[in-house]
């Protein structure tokens, strides 16, 4: 868009309270025009606090801070939001005998436990299977599911509030036709109280009576390998955050953490988007991260293992040959090994400026061929 306006010479908009990395990094440098938006049009902005839940131990989840604020809304007749980015049971269900973890048969990934439905399903390819009555490696009986995801925290709250109405709102939850726009409905005509929520929730939504977000275990993007999980996770948040106190009421936002004294964290509670972008600039500058680098990511996937690597191999060996002067790393598995039955590889090539990759790209791409390889390359790589 950006690039088709200026050849248009017409002006561009970004909006947005959690721009990219790149965007403001522009915006400090003035190739953008910054303008700002300090205040909400209609209501304040909600307080957000951190729950630190170090000493929570393996109960529902829900701490005891989250439980009561819940309680207290419920009684003053406002609406909640619990927001889990994790749709199932549980993750995964796990042998404690021996340490079997159910695994997707098509991927490296694991299964996760729908309970409801008795499956088991993969989450990545759409594989599921019947949930396991005994271990398969060692015969133990005695399987657990481990860890929460959306269902479970559904259950959990209808226990502790057994006079609250519930509803999840996941993918699962709204598969059907029109299940969503029932849902929306049911909470804007005030027929819920609580909503147990993924992503699906965290932006585009105006409920008037929801005053108060309880987020759980966010702390598990912060341990993602992706340089830009940091990035995601506060956009993430901010977005969350922003669903309560729309229209008058004070809002409240709980954030459950187990790393409470995390930079990501404190510029959260201030809300300070500013801080933390300038923060993780300064970081990314020191690693040579974009935006003060250029990526460029050659995929590939095949049915043997051994194709890819052979054909990244080459592809390195040529990249190296073709532009000395471009950092070209080591063929390496992707994030997800395998994904539908197909194994999957990446080649990262890197440099400070872009017409180095822009020449290596005119010569390189032409002589990449592989009839056993589907590939791809993918500029300035969003996802790792």
């Given at each position: 868009?950006?690039?088709?306006?200026?050849?248009?010479?017409?002006?561009?908009?970004?909006?947005?309270?959690?721009?990219?990395?790149?965007?403001?990094?522009?915006?400090?440098?003035?190739?953008?025009?910054?303008?700002?938006?300090?205040?909400?049009?209609?209501?304040?902005?909600?307080?957000?606090?951190?729950?630190?839940?170090?000493?929570?131990?393996?109960?529902?989840?829900?701490?005891?801070?989250?439980?009561?604020?819940?309680?207290?809304?419920?009684?003053?007749?406002e609406q909640s939001l619990v927001f889990?980015?994790?749709?199932?049971?549980?993750?995964?269900?796990?042998?404690?005998?021996?340490?079997?973890?159910?695994?997707?048969?098509?991927?490296?990934?694991?299964?996760?436990?729908?309970?409801?439905?008795?499956?088991?399903?993969?989450?990545?390819?759409?594989?599921?299977?019947?949930?396991?009555?005994?271990?398969?490696?060692?015969?133990?009986?005695?399987?657990?599911?481990?860890?929460?995801?959306?269902?479970?925290?559904?259950?959990?709250?209808?226990?502790?509030?057994?006079?609250?109405?519930?509803?999840?709102?996941?993918?699962?939850?709204?598969?059907?036709?029109?299940?969503?726009?029932?849902?929306?409905?049911?909470?804007?005509?005030?027929?819920?109280?609580?909503?147990?929520?993924?992503?699906?929730?965290?932006?585009?939504?105006?409920?008037?009576?929801?005053?108060?977000?309880?987020?759980?275990?966010?702390?598990?993007?912060?341990?993602?390998?992706?340089?830009?999980?940091?990035?995601?996770l506060f956009a993430l948040l901010l977005?969350?955050?922003?669903?309560?106190?729309?229209?008058?009421?004070?809002?409240?936002?709980?954030?459950?953490?187990?790393?409470?004294?995390?930079?990501?964290?404190?510029?959260?509670?201030?809300?300070?988007?500013?801080?933390?972008?300038?923060?993780?600039?300064?970081?990314?500058?020191?690693?040579?991260?974009?935006?003060?680098?250029?990526?460029?990511?050659?995929?590939?996937?095949?049915?043997?293992?051994?194709?890819?690597?052979?054909?990244?191999?080459?592809?390195?060996?040529?990249?190296?040959?073709?532009?000395?002067?471009?950092?070209?790393?080591?063929?390496?598995?992707?994030?997800m090994a395998k994904l539908a039955g197909?194994?999957?590889?990446?080649?990262?090539?890197?440099?400070?400026?872009?017409?180095?990759?822009?020449?290596?790209?005119?010569?390189?791409?032409?002589?990449?061929?592989?009839?056993?390889?589907?590939?791809?390359?993918?500029?300035?790589?969003?996802?790792?």
């Amino acid at each position: 868009a950006i690039f088709r306006a200026r050849e248009k010479g017409i002006p561009v908009v970004l909006g947005s309270a959690t721009p990219s990395m790149e965007s403001w990094r522009h915006a400090s440098t003035a190739r953008y025009v910054l303008l700002r938006l300090p205040q909400r049009p209609r209501s304040a902005a909600p307080v957000i606090r951190l729950v630190d839940c170090r000493d929570l131990g393996q109960g529902d989840g829900i701490s005891p801070v989250l439980g009561g604020a819940l309680a207290r809304t419920l009684e003053r007749g406002e609406q909640s939001l619990v927001f889990l980015n994790r749709r199932g049971y549980a993750p995964t269900l796990f042998c404690h005998a021996c340490g079997w973890v159910a695994p997707c048969s098509r991927c490296s990934a694991r299964l996760t436990v729908h309970l409801s439905a008795g499956r088991l399903r993969c989450h990545y390819c759409g594989h599921e299977e019947a949930i396991a009555r005994h271990c398969p490696s060692c015969g133990n009986q005695d399987l657990l599911p481990v860890g929460a995801g959306t269902q479970r925290l559904e259950a959990a709250l209808a226990v502790r509030l057994p006079g609250a109405r519930i509803a999840r709102v996941d993918r699962d939850s709204t598969r059907q036709k029109d299940a969503f726009n029932r849902l929306r409905d049911d909470v804007e005509e005030n027929r819920l109280d609580i909503l147990v929520g993924t992503q699906m929730l965290a932006k585009g939504h105006d409920f008037p009576r929801l005053t108060l977000v309880g987020v759980v275990d966010a702390d598990a993007a912060l341990l993602a390998a992706d340089f830009r999980a940091e990035e995601r996770l506060f956009a993430l948040l901010l977005q969350v955050s922003g669903r309560a106190g729309r229209a008058g009421l004070a809002g409240e936002v709980l954030v459950q953490t187990r790393m409470p004294d995390h930079p990501l964290y404190a510029a959260l509670v201030k809300q300070d988007y500013a801080a933390f972008a300038e923060q993780q600039l300064a970081v990314r500058e020191r690693m040579s991260f974009p935006p003060f680098s250029h990526q460029v990511l050659l995929r590939a996937e095949a049915g043997d293992q051994s194709a890819v690597f052979e054909f990244l191999d080459s592809a390195a060996a040529l990249a190296q040959q073709l532009a000395p002067g471009v950092s070209v790393y080591d063929p390496v598995p992707a994030w997800m090994a395998k994904l539908a039955g197909k194994w999957r590889g990446q080649l990262l090539v890197q440099s400070a400026e872009r017409a180095p990759l822009h020449r290596l790209l005119r010569s390189w791409i032409p002589q990449l061929q592989s009839r056993r390889v589907r590939w791809s390359v993918d500029v300035d790589p969003l996802d790792s």
